[in-house]
């Protein structure tokens, strides 16, 4: 961890409170680093990779952010079965035929394979780069009463019981965006302490 | 019409050959400006508004054009039980969930209105215009036979019995992007009689 006497700042750029402080809770265990909230709808382009969508809304957005790192996040439930559908446009998708409508997608379906993506693109020093998290499992036969997006509909493999929504606080510390914000601080903090 | 004899060009970008033939015939029957095939890949951008997107495209792929008019086309199918969906990712729901998708997601549901959308946004003279064309109608019940893309599941008011796919080349001359390239026709005609 970097000597916790220098002052290190680094911007989440989201639209997203809920994204920012289940993000900052895992800086504030892990790492110096001041997370602020860079409070900004993202462009975002379509694409069927996440990356490519986090990498053209990292460039967007970092445009007057000068010597400050500066990252955004995006991520999407990916099914198998419906050949990665939702995927990058799982927000969208949500709002419009949402978890009733995947249900119905997969009614009767045996090959119930999904996984969760979470990607990072960070701008520091005018270099990008890149972290991913991913967390497989399988789509529920029902949707469970506790969770919010589609963690009412995800069980995780490592648990194979509960959805992401029933694990309530448990699942910020095994989710894919958990996974891609720990890549993403040990190496900021491999970095400050060069 | 315009003066015959002075040489009108005008750019289409797209990625889609059919998407140019079919824009093509149109301007061989209406007008004189000669459409030029720029096929190129689209940047377009995450957004529950057409013309929005469009705009987007046009403004990317108009940076290296100068001097010659030029317009991008963006179109989508909108379901209103679906809230929309699947609206501006339409190419994208289609080469995940299909038809079949929608069938399933439209099964015992007895609304079945929908909408297809053509937005058209043309750069002409350092100005923005759009133009925009929808066709009424309502989901199948079953796909049929002939037709690519949702056209084998779409039934349009002014027929009522058959599917645009049924309809065949018929369907060019009635369809969304058949009536925002009309007006966009009728403004070049006027803006190059002027």
Known sequence: ????????KIFFATNNIHKYN???????????????????PLVEIQSSNLEEIAIFSLKKCSRIIKNT???VEDSG??????????GPYSAYIFKTIGL????ALMKEIEDREAYFQSSIALKIENKINIFTGQVRGQIAQDISDTGWGYDPI???ES?????????GIKKNFIS???????????????????
């Open 100 to 103: 009733k409508g995947i249900i």
């Open 69 to 71: 790192p500066i990252f």
């Open 22 to 40: 289940e993000v900052n809770a895992i800086f504030k265990q892990h790492t110096f680093f001041q997370l602020k909230f860079l409070k900004t």
């Open 1 to 8: 961890m970097p000597d916790s006497t220098r002052t290190l």
């Open 77 to 86: 439930l990916f099914i198998k079965h419906l050949n990665g559908f939702p």
């Open 159 to 167: 648990d194979g019981i509960h959805t992401f929504g029933e694990l």
């Open 176 to 194: 894919h965006r958990f996974l891609a914000t720990l890549k993403l601080i040990k190496f900021l903090n491999k970095y400050s302490a060069d």
């Open 154 to 156: 995800f069980i995780p």
